[in-house]
């Protein structure tokens, strides 16, 4: 088992001190004390709290990005596995939303993360440099709608299943993506 990077401590510091106390409150103070780790080592990696916040939704987001490579993953499979982690990390994704706004939102800085990672994912599938305008806005669609949708749902209480919502997020996809997303859409297209 690998080692944790000093990193990786602060995150899951992070995490858990969100369990007993809003996110806006904690303190970097807090954080290395609970973490064992001095606040050099904190300003090291992050710029500020927020920027903490950010790294534990964006690598859990790289983790799953990184599935995305392989031939027996797809997007269904990393909106399975998202929807997992908002669900079982519900309170602290809605502190983390609750507690940032305007251009430096947690909403929009995780949202522009995700559009770029996932052009970057398809300039590799459609071994291209750059996306076409066309796509990259199919893109930015795909990925806000559904943050979008996954905050909505936080809201609610979770009152739609899981398996339901993965379901209204896999067949709001926009067509001209889905190919390059799904399984099913790749082995009809190479039928044809």
């Not at 954080?31 to 927020?50: C, E, K, P």
């Not at 995305?68 to 596995?81: Q, T």
């Amino acid at each position: 088992m690998a080692k944790k990077t000093s990193k990786q401590i602060l995150a899951e510091t992070m995490m858990e001190l969100a369990k007993t106390k809003p996110v806006n409150r904690i303190t970097i103070r807090e954080i290395v004390q609970a973490a064992g780790l001095s606040t050099q080592t904190f300003y090291n990696h992050f710029a500020d709290r927020d920027a903490l916040i950010l790294y534990v939704h964006t690598s859990a987001l790289d983790v799953l990005i990184e599935k995305l490579y392989s031939d027996d993953y797809d997007i269904r499979d990393m909106i399975h596995e998202y929807l997992r982690f908002y669900s079982d990390h519900l309170d602290y994704l809605k502190m983390a939303m609750i507690y940032s706004h305007g251009k430096t939102s947690h909403f929009l800085d995780f949202g522009n993360y995700a559009v770029e990672q996932t052009c970057k994912y398809l300039c590799h599938v459609m071994n291209v440099e750059q996306l076409p305008e066309d796509m990259r806005c199919y893109v930015r669609i795909h990925v806000f709608g559904q943050i979008y949708m996954y905050a909505h749902w936080a809201w609610d209480d979770a009152k739609i299943p899981l398996d339901q919502l993965e379901e209204y997020l896999v067949r709001a996809t926009p067509p001209a993506l889905a190919p390059y997303f799904y399984r099913e859409c790749r082995e009809q297209a190479a039928e044809a």
